[in-house]
């Protein structure tokens, strides 16, 4: 069963690959971004 206290315990490690991401996307340009994950939205944010 799915329980958003432990998904949250584990916030820092699930949100790190996203911060990544931008990084390396910076300075592009994009019309639109698709989110089809699942989750918070954390990393949406």
Known sequence: ???AEIYN???KE???P????????RDMKFQRILDVGCGTGMSTA
Request: proline share 0%; no cysteine; net charge positive.
């Open 18 to 25: 996203s911060i990544d991401l931008v990084g390396r996307i």
């Open 14 to 16: 699930r949100i790190q």
């Open 9 to 11: 315990r584990y916030g």
């Open 1 to 3: 069963m799915w329980n």
